[in-house]
């Protein structure tokens, strides 16, 4: 069973970057697809990302799309996701999941799809 544990989350001001990254540990990071949800205070949680066990496909939210990028780093069991260009709008937790196996899921339909979940990282953006 994978473990997971996300991190670089903060306050930034509307227009800045952060990079999530979501280290892995127990299993390979290899054998899982991998996405980014996010979830705001009294909405249901959301598709961001998703990327490939072998980064040979990533998918986005149209909401994020040119604004973020997901990347994965298998060597170092850590999947990340580049946000720029932050608005107000992207405030949320964000979980990463992992899905093991060949199937790959993207889209809002997809939360129930994921088996792992870390604890989430907080992103607070300030207009």
């Known amino acids: 069973q994978v473990q997971l544990q996300e991190s670089g989350g903060g306050l930034v001001q509307a227009g800045d970057s952060l990079r999530l990254s979501c280290a892995a540990s127990?299993?390979?990071?290899?054998?899982?697809?991998m996405a980014w949800f996010r979830q705001a205070p009294g909405k249901e949680r959301e598709f961001v990302a998703a990327i490939k066990w072998n980064g040979g496909r990533t998918d986005y939210a149209n909401s994020v799309k040119g604004r973020f990028t997901i990347s994965r780093d298998n060597a170092k069991n850590t999947v990340y996701l580049q946000m720029n260009s932050l608005k107000p709008g992207d405030a949320a937790v964000y979980y990463c999941?992992?899905?093991?196996?060949?199937?790959?899921?993207?889209?809002?339909?997809?939360?129930?799809?994921?088996?792992?979940w870390g604890q989430g990282t907080q992103v607070t953006v300030s207009s």
């Open positions: 127990g299993r390979a990071l290899s054998r899982y697809n």
């Open positions: 999941g992992a899905k093991e196996g060949t199937k790959y899921y993207s889209g809002d339909g997809a939360v129930d799809e994921y088996d792992y």
